[in-house]
């Protein structure tokens, strides 16, 4: 069952934008990031005033018993390119949900508070490396890709986890689980429109429903830094991923992610 989205705007008075329609759209899910959320805000400016584009930055706080919303406030009033919004339910996954269908875009790329992944690799998911490609996430596997800092022990349990998810949700790619993924405008209204998991399966789901979609998905291979502050809970994320495939398998049987009929919910709605 599709959990109910509530979308509360946090001083919205004190955030302007630059461009109703700006080529990117930076979505960060934010839950307890008064630390890590600073310093990768400032990190992404750094590079977003180098650039010829116009961009957005949504922070999307998630149940946070912090000073995330604040830190976020505080950041956006002297930078008006950036929103920041609540959704009410806790989970990552209904936090990206609400931050991508919040987020105006060509392109809108989900970004880890962590920034684990530097941000001047965005470049690579932009064009002209698009190239066609409806869908591209970043790979910390395969040739060119690098993980920097990180336990081997987490690295064979991610490998695991890829296997299971290969066996029973969608096979072809190597790491469905980085934090970072960047959609084209109409695939981004599209499967974000029809999600159902409010977790960390979200990512599976989406990949599952834009391979049956027929969308053209890419890797691209990143530098990744560990960082010992990770939120993964290896045994127990890795089990609930189980519970996810199993729904997100039992939803596209049951017909649950049917293409919504936009110009019929229009003309329903002039009614």
Not at 107 to 135: Q, T, W
Not at 220 to 242: A, E, K, N, Q
Request: aromatic share 8%.
């Amino acid at each position: 069952m599709q959990s109910e989205i509530h979308v509360q705007q946090v001083g919205q008075q004190q955030m302007t934008h630059t461009t109703d329609h700006p080529l990117l759209s930076i979505v960060i899910p934010a839950h307890n990031e008064e630390r890590r959320l600073p310093p990768s805000l400032e990190k992404i400016d750094a590079f977003l005033r180098q650039q010829p584009f116009e961009a957005e930055v949504i922070v999307v706080e998630n149940g946070s018993i912090d000073r995330t919303v604040a830190v976020a406030e505080e950041f956006a009033k002297d930078h008006p390119y950036v929103r920041v919004v609540e959704a009410a339910v806790r989970g990552k996954g209904l936090a990206v949900k609400v931050g991508m269908l919040e987020a105006r875009g060509e392109y809108r790329f989900i970004c880890d508070a962590d920034l684990s992944m530097p941000i001047e690799e965005i470049v690579k998911f932009l064009p002209p490396h698009v190239n066609g490609h409806d869908v591209i996430i970043a790979s910390r596997e395969g040739v060119g890709a690098r993980r920097v800092g990180e336990p081997e022990y987490r690295h064979i349990i991610g490998r695991i986890n890829n296997f299971i998810i290969k066996l029973t949700a969608v096979r072809g790619f190597e790491d469905t689980q980085c934090g970072f993924k960047m959609f084209n405008r109409k695939s981004a209204e599209d499967l974000f429109g029809v999600q159902q998991m409010t977790g960390i399966g979200f990512d599976i789901e989406l990949l599952f429903i834009a391979k049956q979609r027929g969308y053209r998905i890419k890797q691209v291979p990143i530098t990744w830094y560990f960082d010992s502050d990770s939120r993964m809970r290896l045994v127990g994320d890795s089990l609930h991923l189980l519970v996810e495939i199993w729904q997100i398998r039992r939803n596209w049987f049951w017909g649950v992610y049917a293409k919504k009929d936009t110009k019929a919910a229009d003309r329903q709605s002039e009614a």
